[in-house]
């Protein structure tokens, strides 16, 4: 069933210790819905300048990626540059221009309205709460944050937290909207706020999915996924947002929801993180197959299987 | 099958958020002869002073330890003090009283010349070598080390490493040993030294194992085992000798040696470093039953297992 992602299309400058791009595509929106893409249908709502060609939305098309909801305004669009030259799991950021991205509105094209999936990337709080409000035929709500929110938004984001089925977060974010430094003491402090299930992301140590009591099913234990020991990371940008991609994505793609599909949708979270840092910006991730990204859901598997 | 385990025998005086100890039994080969214990026979080689009492010594016998390996030497046993109030994951050294334990010449009794496991703790490279040539009935030896030695005794470690079969550090130590920042890269160049199989402990992530091509069966891939996440980790200390001696123990307990035992003995390190960290000391590790670790060992499975 499709799914609508909602974030940022952006130009991404990154450095990292096995290269350097320029202006490449990049946007939370745009990881999150090649992603995606690969396990059923996506609806974006973003906003790009004029800055944004045919070719860039090409890379949309070729992946079946409805585009109707990317709105053009005057002006350049969001350009972010950043490097990871000392710790891959942390960018230092050189800019943030957000151009057009700064008076971001979410417009849900009223083709998208029926959509059963949503997934809010990491903008404003409000701004994540108005759309859900809107699109009032949804049966589950992934969203992403951030430390600035946490930080500078927190009444907001703890109301859109209500409205989020899915928080999916790193380590720190949850300590930090916790305020509490024990991760599995943090999440529970988190499921409290709204969320019926909580994806805590560890970089390279793979990622735990911890339930509210009762949520999708019964149990009291979290579960985790593995990620595969990548001798290269190429680019860890946008890793976060093909990790929900792949896991949305999963989740959009099954008849029915219970704690068995989301098991299965966090090793699919990792293994499409773990293809979008092999290479720069999202090549990598416009140019799959779903065998190989079967193929790898096996390796994940037999990572931490049990005869 | 018997397990021999060459190590230190302590007295510890911690300092926790969760409260504060003053004193008692731990040491490396304590840590490990206790957790090992619930597998199989074990039999241990230390040094304590005149201080070490016989109610020191019934924490062995209960668990039925052969303690004819621990020396009796004039003067006092090795103490250790620090806290780990900021950081759960490291502590701080306040005191650190070798004692007897600086003239410490693992002497290996007679009767456990026909040991066909054995288990080198975190003690002075050299030593860990003498031993493992003495021991020359030994099918599978296992060993720890750490920074310390790491810098301060290169040249000796990597002269160790040759007569060990798995090496047990962390993510630092191993990182450190390699001189290579990227975990994975990090473990082909530890296992270019010499061990078949080396596993590298995360913490509250869980610990990997990379084989050696070849080593213990085929397949290229390495094995993670998640740990349960803990709300309340009383007491870090020993963990990595209470892992080892899960991991060592399962292993010495079986008939064969191939890749799902060292697999199933990374989930039963896991499970005996997690008891371990629950409770102050050893108080954990001297009550449990094999019942309580094999439910633990379930859970564990759970934790990863997709049906």
Chains 1, 2 share one sequence.
């Not at 400058?13 to 791009?21: E, F, L, N, Q, Y």
């Not at 959509?115 to 009032?136: D, H, T, W, Y």
């Amino acid at each position: 069933m499709s799914i609508v992602a909602v974030g940022s299309v952006a130009f991404d400058s990154v450095a990292t210790p096995s290269g350097r791009v320029q202006d490449i595509l990049g946007g939370s929106a745009t990881y999150f819905a090649l992603a995606a893409s690969y396990f059923t249908e996506v609806r974006v709502v973003a906003v790009v300048g004029e800055d944004f060609t045919g070719a860039h939305e090409s890379v949309f098309k070729k992946r079946k990626i409805d585009t109707r909801g990317i709105e053009r305004a005057k002006g350049k669009t969001f350009r972010w540059g950043g490097q990871y030259l000392e710790n891959l799991n942390e960018a230092k950021t050189d800019f943030t221009d957000l151009n057009v991205f700064e008076r971001f509105r979410p417009r849900i094209p009223t083709e998208y309205m029926d959509s059963k999936f949503l997934f809010l990337g990491n903008i404003q709080p409000s701004l994540q709460a108005e759309v859900c409000r809107k699109m009032n035929k949804v049966q589950l709500t992934g969203g992403d944050t951030m430390n600035f929110w946490i930080n500078g938004a927190r009444e907001e984001l703890l109301q859109t937290l209500k409205l989020m089925d899915v928080l999916l977060i790193n380590d720190n974010e949850a300590k930090m909207l916790a305020g509490e430094g024990n991760l599995p003491r943090a999440a529970q402090k988190v499921l409290a706020m709204g969320p019926k299930a909580l994806v805590i992301k560890h970089g390279e140590y793979g990622a735990t999915i911890f339930f509210r009591e009762g949520a999708f099913g019964i149990g009291r234990h979290p579960f985790r996924a593995p990620t595969l020991p990548i001798e290269e990371v190429k680019d860890p940008t946008g890793a976060g947002d093909s990790f929900a991609g792949g896991f949305m994505g999963y989740i959009a793609s099954q008849e029915t929801l219970n704690r068995e599909v989301l098991k299965r949708a966090l090793f699919y979270g990792g293994v499409m993180g773990s293809f979008a840092v092999e290479r720069f910006g999202t090549e990598w991730l416009q140019d799959l197959s779903r065998e190989e990204i079967d193929a790898r859901f096996q390796v994940f598997r037999e990572l931490t299987h049990l005869e």
